[in-house]
T-cell receptor
Framework: QQPVQSPQAVILREGEDAVINCSSS?????VHWYRQKHGEAPVFLMILLKGGEQKGHEKISASFNEKKQQSSLYLTASQLSYSGTYFCGTKGGGSTLGRLYFGRGTQLTVWP | EPEVTQTPSHQVTQMGQEVILRCVPISNHLYFYWYRQILGQKVEFLVSFYNNEISEKSEIFDDQFSVERPDGSNFTLKIRSTKLEDSAMYFC??????????FGQGTRLTVV
């Protein structure tokens, strides 16, 4: 039930855009996106609960296609502070007690 | 801003010894989780806890692991007889309901 993330790694220049994808073979109830800096805890970015939902946080936004069981994270005009590993976490079913299944992560490096 | 706190930040233990990792979740949260992350790998779910009992556990969470909420604030993970492969970063997380999970800064466990 672990989601599959792609790409594994992205290297960008400051100001460039990136897309990180997350897909699951199981029906999804919600998708959670986190960013983790080296040696630190994952930090919550956003949660998407409905099919077709899109959310944004500054220049980071995400979409959730419930039918395709996919979510994408869009990083626009990337900043140095965006560097880190991005994880998607997915929950299936409708239970609030459902665990998060994390993907393997996408390592994003932004250079000046 | 409320946060999840974990102690200790780093623990070194000999193989076969018991360790207890401690967590203080955010005070109004009802759902508690333990995750672990082996160096360079993805975040893996261990166990979720709600209403004073385990609600879900992964295949990693075998008989050597146990969790407890000994009082109204602490949430502990005990590893009974540590093995070398238990070396990892252990994250505690808490959430209100089916919302974002907030992670603590982690305890780095090194088994020698």
């Amino acid at each position: 039930q672990q989601p599959v993330q792609s790409p594994q790694a992205v290297i960008l220049r400051e100001g460039e855009d990136a897309v990180i994808n997350c897909s699951s073979s199981k029906a999804l109830y919600s998708v959670h996106w986190y960013r983790q800096k080296h040696g630190e805890a994952p930090v919550f970015l956003m949660i998407l609960l409905k099919g077709g939902e899109q959310k944004g946080h500054e220049k980071i936004s995400a979409s959730f296609n419930e039918k395709k069981q996919q979510s994408s994270l869009y990083l626009t005009a990337s900043q140095l502070s965006y560097s880190g590993t991005y994880f998607c976490g997915t929950k299936g079913g409708g239970s609030t007690l459902g665990r998060l299944y994390f993907g393997r992560g996408t390592q994003l490096t932004v250079w000046p | 801003e409320p946060e999840v706190t974990q102690t200790p930040s780093h623990q070194v233990t000999q193989m076969g010894q018991e360790v207890i990792l401690r967590c203080v979740p955010i005070s109004n949260h009802l759902y508690f989780y333990w995750y672990r992350q082996i160096l360079g790998q993805k975040v893996e779910f261990l166990v979720s806890f709600y209403n004073n009992e385990i609600s879900e556990k992964s295949e990693i969470f075998d008989d050597q692991f146990s969790v407890e909420r000994p009082d109204g604030s602490n949430f502990t993970l005990k590893i009974r007889s540590t093995k070398l492969e238990d070396s990892a970063m252990y994250f505690c997380a808490s959430s209100e309901a089916d919302t974002e999970a907030f992670f603590g800064q982690g305890t780095r466990l090194t088994v020698v």
